[in-house]
């Protein structure tokens, strides 16, 4: 397997732009993780999914960050409008089961102007 | 609220040195514990998952113990290697959530 597959890997843009990050996860996992890193705050988990619905949103910031994962292979995290501080690095990871063994893309780095 | 502090932040050892990573934890009533490792600038890697009912998990050079009633876990490195440099990351496992500690930077000297 290719392992859980992150695209773009670099983000660029502007502020009031919107972003949307892309994730598949490895075949077969059934439980899908968004994690944000930043270095004020470590690795912070957003939202995770099992069976494609959204199990808990606690970690999302705010209503500007969305997240969906319309079928078993795939996931979009999307902030609508973007601002600087959500410039870090986007993580997204998958498991067999929910307190299973995580693995994790290899990132989207976002910065936004 | 689970919180995970990890120490030291940074070590720096010559080559050839045995070390020991540390994570401790303020609730025990976790799932399991698991080892990453981060080289900069990139994703993580998975080193060792240690079941809440194990007491430790060897992969290699790697041996990562549990103590959940004392609510700490250890990474031991065994016969460090400059390509051992990297940050470490300890996780726990409650539900379906991972908290992370902050990591420590690990420098593998020639």
């Known amino acids: 397997d290719a392992g859980v597959i992150q695209s773009p890997r670099h983000e660029v843009t502007e502020m009031g732009q919107e972003v949307t990050l892309r994730c598949k996860p490895i075949?077969?996992?059934?439980?899908l993780f968004w994690y944000r890193q930043t270095m004020m705050r470590g690795l912070e988990l957003l939202i995770y999914?099992?069976?494609?619905?959204?199990?808990?949103d606690s970690g999302m910031p705010e209503d500007r960050f969305s997240a969906k994962m319309p079928n078993a292979s795939f996931s979009t995290l999307k902030i609508q409008p973007s601002e600087p501080r959500d410039s870090a690095v986007y993580f997204c990871?998958?498991?067999?089961?929910?307190?299973?063994?995580?693995?994790f893309g290899p990132g989207t780095r976002l910065t936004v102007l | 609220k689970q919180e995970v502090t990890q120490i030291p932040a940074a070590l720096s050892v010559p080559e050839g040195e045995n070390l020991v990573l540390n994570c401790s934890f303020t609730?025990?009533?976790?799932?399991?514990l698991q080892w990453f490792r981060q080289d900069p600038g990139k994703g993580l890697t998975s080193l060792l998952l240690?079941?809440?009912?194990?007491r430790e998990q060897t992969s290699g050079r790697l041996n990562a113990s549990l103590d959940k009633s004392s609510g700490r876990s250890t990474l031991y490195i065994a016969a460090s290697q400059p390509g051992d440099s990297a940050t470490y990351l300890c996780?726990?496992?409650?539900?379906?959530?991972?908290?992370f500690g902050e990591g420590t930077q690990l420098t593998v000297n020639p």
């Open positions: 990871a998958s498991s067999s089961a929910g307190y299973n063994e995580q693995f």
């Open positions: 075949s077969g996992h059934d439980y």
């Open positions: 999914f099992n069976n494609n619905v959204p199990i808990d």
């Open positions: 609730d025990s009533a976790i799932y399991n």
């Open positions: 240690i079941q809440s009912s194990q």
């Open positions: 996780a726990v496992v409650h539900g379906s959530r991972l908290t």
